[in-house]
């Protein structure tokens, strides 16, 4: 009870003007990066992070969760009003609001979805800080093998995840391992695949890979990309007329999306967002396809029904809580933009774990009180005072904005590392995976390699070291063994006994 206290008394830093103003100012980039198709809210993280450098930790944390909630509401701007997902949660949002923006309702549908996403992001901030104490003394006893086990199951869980590119995702996530090995030893004081190169002793810094990975493959991937779907969306967005007093959903369909709705989309959103990798794509898409099962009207659904609006935003908001679980107590990112903000508390000192909510309380606290802050107060306010404007932001010319990008990017990396071979470092990086993203090779796993590789050596050679080279000591230690089993679950029901067609699998692809 310590912790809620300390969150909720932490809402009075919302109160210190600079707090505020990076706040809103996170939430309102998030949201257009969310909502401009091509861009997302990890890319906007990733570009503000060296500015984290400038900030104390507390407000640098409190302006990435506010950026993370953003980004989950921001996708469902364009998805609704010309059919384009500004971001991949936001794909469920589109079967349904489109539909109601071609029958004239498109501003009652984003304001579902603002609904939604306000109850989902409030109840998934609200599970995870009463929540993630009592999983912090959970995690505390899990021993030295028992966290190797958690840290395979997390990257097995992110590899296998990637539906039809297992084979891809596996080696990108072996690539991520490799690069973690690049520098000094884990446990000894000798260098390792340097190459004489003395710039790489400390190894590959973690703001170049955050930067290459995301902002500067983004920009190449738009580069080169043969369709631009800018002009068309600029062409669909002057035709939209929205007026604020349209927003306003009727307490009647409210009524009828029903508050079970509401919440049962929000549990499947969250506890999908505990899980490594999954995402809010995954949270909304089991959401929508639930709603749809548990209908009395199924063929409504993708015709413009409201109730798929409301599931698929409360669930996909919701995920923002739940992915912050593994996170803060293990260290595990669950999806990319977890991994950022890992990077943000690692550059800054802090080190995620079971003692984190006990030692530095303080510093995590603020970030979860501008989480709920973000989800109560900022998607309701941002929606009616500029909302009519938000999709007006796809008509900017993308030849001036990715330029702008790409020149953030590199003078980005610069300044967090002051270092001209860690600029070109995020260059290279960049270039890497824009080629295994062309390829179909997802970097999401490379980067969770790349951050995990480090712990998942060295509690691997301290558990062999323990048991002097047993192997077998893995499935011998009631915390390892659990992972272990927990893993193979995974993999029967995600490999070898894939799920069955659900009812709007058909229609999400």
């Known amino acids: 009870m ?7 008394s932490s809402f009075s830093l919302l109160a210190d003007p600079v707090n505020l103003t990076y706040v809103i100012l996170g939430f309102v980039i998030g949201t257009i990066f969310a909502a401009i198709p091509g861009l997302t809210a990890t890319l906007a993280m990733a570009l503000l992070l060296p500015l984290t450098y400038t900030l104390s930790v507390e407000t640098a944390l409190m302006a990435c969760a506010s950026i993370y909630m953003a980004g989950m509401c921001g996708g469902s701007i364009t998805a609704i009003t010309i059919n384009i997902p500004g971001a991949p949660s936001s794909m469920m949002t589109a079967l349904d609001g489109f ?19 306000m109850f989902g992001g409030a109840v998934g901030a609200l599970l995870l800080i009463a929540v993630a104490p009592f999983v912090a003394e959970l995690s505390l006893l899990v021993k030295t093998t028992g966290k190797f086990s958690l840290l395979a199951f997390a990257l097995i869980v992110v590899v296998i995840a990637q539906r039809g590119r297992i084979p891809q995702a596996g080696l990108a996530a072996c690539i991520g391992l490799m690069l973690a090995t690049v520098g000094l ?6 260098t390792r695949f340097t190459y004489g190169y003395s710039s790489l002793t400390a190894g590959i810094d973690l703001m170049p890979v955050i930067i290459g990975t995301f902002a500067i493959a983004e920009v190449l991937t738009q580069a080169s990309a043969r369709i631009d779907i800018s002009a068309a969306a600029a062409a669909a967005a002057n035709k939209v007329k929205i007026r604020r007093r349209d927003f306003l959903p009727p307490l009647s369909e409210i009524r009828k999306i029903g508050f079970g709705c509401y919440f049962k989309s929000c549990l499947i959103g969250y506890f999908v967002g505990t899980l490594p990798g999954a995402g809010g794509s995954m949270g ?4 929508y396809t639930e709603t749809v099962r548990n209908s009395s009207e199924p063929e409504t659904f993708g015709k413009g029904n409201p109730q798929g609006i409301a599931a698929s935003e409360s669930a996909n908001n919701a995920v923002c809580g739940g992915a912050m679980v593994p996170m803060l107590t293990f260290g595990i990112p669950g999806d990319p933009i977890t991994a950022i903000m890992l990077g943000v508390l690692v550059i800054n000192g802090i080190q995620p774990g079971p003692q984190l909510m006990a030692d530095q309380a303080g510093l995590i606290a603020p970030m979860l009180a501008a989480l709920l802050f973000s989800a109560v107060v ?18 900017v010319r993308k030849d001036v904005l990715y330029a702008v990008i790409a020149l953030l990017a590199v003078v980005g990396s610069f300044v967090a590392t002051y270092s001209t071979f860690q600029m070109f470092m995020a260059l290279g990086m960049g270039v890497l995976a824009f080629y295994l993203r062309r390829n179909g090779f997802p970097v999401i796993t490379m980067l969770l390699g790349y951050i995990l590789g480090p712990n998942l050596e060295e509690f691997l050679r301290r558990s062999l070291a323990l048991s002097n080279g047993d192997p077998t000591t893995f499935v011998t230690n009631p915390d390892s063994l ?20 659900t009812p709007g699998a058909a229609k999400a692809k």
């Open 2 to 8: 310590d912790f809620v206290f300390l969150v909720f």
């Open 99 to 117: 539909p109601m923006q071609q029958k004239g309702k498109g501003a009652l549908a984003l304001g579902h979805a603002a609904l939604g996403s």
């Open 185 to 190: 030893d884990a446990m000894e004081p000798i």
């Open 284 to 287: 909304s898409f089991l959401a």
């Open 378 to 395: 900022l998607i309701p306010l941002t929606l009616w005072l500029i909302g009519p404007y938000f999709i007006k932001i796809v008509s």
């Open 482 to 501: 659990f992972f272990v089993a927990l893993t193979l679950v995974f993999v029967y029901f995600l490999v070898i006994r894939k799920p069955a067609n």
